[in-house]
């Protein structure tokens, strides 16, 4: 029987942790998160490990609701050691779930824990986090997970003040830079619309009143991110679309947004269409790459979200996101299409995803995304890259996370991937030379994202 997260912890042969102890030092570049550059700028500190751990994180809150913890000790006004106790006692039912091995990773690298976290231990861990955080900080979690570059996810409107704080002071070695995530101007069916086109008017101080105002608006916008350092947007998508439609009638679907007017699915799906082929010009032009996540139906609960609002935990994988309209959608660029990394939250979709990127140069498979960044979900991803493209090619690992903890998921996919590599190695599907293997770890683990953002 095998020790619980020792240092061989998910490698299966020697040829797996030789390639891992070369893995394990490379800088992470995170170019996908959703931590708060506001919070690095004032170099955040955390009162207790509930704040720290339980004051956003929506994978744990979930668990929770699985558990059938009461709101008040997940999201609502508890005392925080009791939110804790709770915590702790959920997490000890979740054997298989990677938020035990991750929960127990953060423990054991950032407070020096090497216990088990359960519903006894919680009153010895809540005074050793305590204690140990009166040390830690936001920044300092960042540098002690060796963070080369972050990339978080900005509203087109915002004004990046905390990114020019961050940039501005020199005693902070890690870039921080913007990342443009232009849903809201994308998203024309939802309530509030309008509201936030006068919001983009003011930040990119321009009329909006016509669909041509609003790609004027976000070449500004652009500009304004590129000057900062942005190399790369990101769009959240509810499923593969493709719907083009010509500019009358982009300019009819956004007139009628600005009236007020309800729009239905398939304006809605021109609107996307349109402003997506627009914008994937814009970044092409400025070398930045593209994301696309689609896949995941948001806000399923109604009750609960409008008690607690969006990113609390209420989402769930959209199977409805046929890959053909992904295909189509990246014919539809032509030549303005840019770099692009294509995510699906349905994990059925790997295959074709991979399939569908070697008809297009500059078009990646991106890592296991949300529900399936566990051990199974990852491999599935790996074995489809494999299987139908370039794995030595991919751009690997990202955070995905509000969470300043979770660099530990960069060490749990390098051991993952490793041991992937070495066991195509042993099994004599590829050989075992070091030098050629560790390339492919190099590219994987660091380089290959280096080279594709253009960092």
Not at 130 to 147: H, Q, T
Not at 275 to 280: D, Q, S
Not at 384 to 390: K, V
Request: charge should be negative; glycine fraction near 8%; proline fraction near 3%.
């Amino acid at each position: 029987m095998k020790n619980f997260i020792d240092n061989d912890f998910l490698l299966e042969n020697e040829t797996a942790k030789t390639l891992y102890n070369y893995a394990k030092d490379f800088p992470i570049i995170d170019y996908h998160c959703h931590i708060s550059p506001k919070e690095i700028a004032e170099d955040r500190h955390f009162k207790n490990i509930t704040e720290l751990w339980l004051g956003g994180d929506h994978y744990k809150w979930r668990l929770m609701r699985q558990n059938s913890v009461d709101e008040k000790y997940i999201t609502g006004s508890a005392p925080d050691r009791d939110k804790f106790q709770k915590w702790a006692e959920t997490l000890e039912k979740a054997a298989g779930n990677p938020i035990y091995v991750w929960s127990h990773l953060e423990l054991r690298r950032y407070f020096g824990y090497d216990g088990i976290l359960n519903g006894m231990a919680a009153g010895e861990v809540w005074e050793l986090c305590g204690e140990k955080l009166k040390g830690l900080s936001a920044r300092k979690f960042i540098e002690m997970s060796n963070v080369e570059l972050i990339c978080t996810t900005d509203d087109p409107a915002d004004d990046l003040r905390w990114h020019k704080v961050i940039a501005a002071d020199a005693g902070f070695k890690v870039r921080v830079l913007p990342s443009f995530r232009p849903d809201k101007p994308l998203n024309i069916e939802l309530d509030g619309f309008a509201g936030y086109i006068s919001a983009l008017s003011r930040a990119a101080e321009t009329e909006i009143n016509s669909f041509a105002d609003l790609k004027t608006a976000l070449i500004k916008r652009i500009e304004y991110f590129d000057a900062l350092g942005c190399r790369t947007a990101d769009h959240g998508l509810t499923k593969a679309i493709y719907s083009p439609c010509e500019e009358a009638e982009a300019e009819r679907v956004f007139a009628a947004a600005l009236r007020g007017e309800k729009i239905n699915l398939s304006d809605a799906e021109k609107h996307k269409t349109a402003l997506l082929i627009f914008l994937g010009g814009e970044y092409k032009k400025r070398g930045w790459v593209m994301q696309l996540h689609y896949g995941c139906d948001r806000n399923v609960n109604t009750k609960m979200f409008k008690e607690l609002g969006p990113d609390t935990g209420l989402d769930c994988i959209n199977p409805a996101s046929p890959s053909a309209y992904l295909a189509r959608l990246l014919d539809g660029f032509g030549d303005s299409l840019p770099k692009t990394i294509v995510y699906s939250l349905d994990p059925s979709e790997n295959t074709a995803i991979d399939s569908i990127s070697g008809c297009f140069s500059g078009v990646r498979h991106g890592a296991a995304w949300w529900f399936n960044d566990n051990k199974a979900g990852i491999l599935n991803q790996l074995t489809s890259a494999a299987n139908q493209g370039l794995l030595g090619s991919f751009t690997g690992m990202l955070t995905d996370s509000r969470s300043f903890l979770s660099y530990t998921r960069h060490e749990y996919f390098r051991r993952i991937f490793c041991n992937f590599l070495a066991g195509l190695a042993e099994g004599g599907e590829y050989p075992c030379d070091e030098r050629a293997l560790r390339k492919i770890v190099r590219g994987v683990c660091h380089g290959n994202a280096a080279e594709f953002f253009g960092f």
